[in-house]
């Protein structure tokens, strides 16, 4: 099956942690997206990336740092510096040939 | 500053009626427009893209775009129980990046 996976579903974090949030795809897709949502808010862009080894910061990537050393795979590090991480993060990703992102199921994290 | 504009509802309508969900966006430039469907607590599905003035139907849905007065609509017809979710309108930025602007959403719900 193709699709996007990310892990792990649930996550908590101790204030002052890093965590990081997996995103794996196996639909050979070029661009990969880390977006969040909060309640009431629509999606809001953390970062982005086309190829391999670049990415770009999204509009609010201040406290978030990615990777992206494989087409698969797009890790998202929420670090301590994040003021406000309890969110639901979105991981997207598209094909070059086209515009439509596909997202995977998210992880929803919390702050204790 | 670009931006996606949605009533954030909630629409409610009647098992078997037709729901109609309406998005503006302020950028001129924009080419492509898609319709997600989000379930409380899942992650949004593409249901719907469209390029081209006019309407593009698949089953109970039709998109409908008007890119001259920046307005992109989105039509249930026969609305069932399970449509309803949150219905979020996307709008790409415009350039080759294939960055999406996401609206806020509107809540939908479907009485029997």
């Known amino acids: 099956d193709g699709g996007i996976t990310q892990s792990p579903k649930y996550l908590f974090r101790k204030e002052g942690q890093n965590v990081t949030l997996s995103c794996e795809q196996n639909?050979?897709?070029?661009?990969m997206y880390w977006y969040r949502q909060d309640p009431g808010q629509g999606l809001r862009l953390i970062y982005y990336s086309q190829i391999v080894n670049d990415f770009q910061k999204g509009d609010i990537a201040e406290g978030y740092s990615v990777s992206r050393e494989k087409k698969e795979s797009f890790p998202l590090t929420v670090t301590s510096a994040q003021k406000n991480p309890t969110a639901f993060y979105l991981c997207a990703s598209r094909s070059l040939a086209g515009f439509e992102q596909f997202f995977g199921p998210g992880t929803r994290l919390t702050v204790l | 500053q670009k931006e996606v504009e949605q009533n954030s509802g909630p629409l409610s309508v009647p098992e078997g009626a037709i729901a109609s969900l309406n998005c503006t966006y302020s950028d001129r430039v924009s080419q492509s427009f898609f319709w997600y469907r989000q379930y409380s607590g899942k992650s949004p599905e593409l249901i719907m893209s469209?390029?081209?003035?006019g309407d593009k139907e698949d089953g109970r849905f039709t998109a409908q775009l008007n890119k001259a007065s920046q307005y992109v609509s989105l039509l249930i017809r026969d609305s069932q129980p399970s449509d309803s979710a949150t219905y979020l309108c996307a709008v790409d930025y415009g350039g080759s990046q294939g960055n999406l602007i996401f609206g806020k959403g509107t809540k939908l719900s479907v009485k029997p």
């Open positions: 639909l050979n897709h070029d661009a």
């Open positions: 469209i390029y081209s003035n």
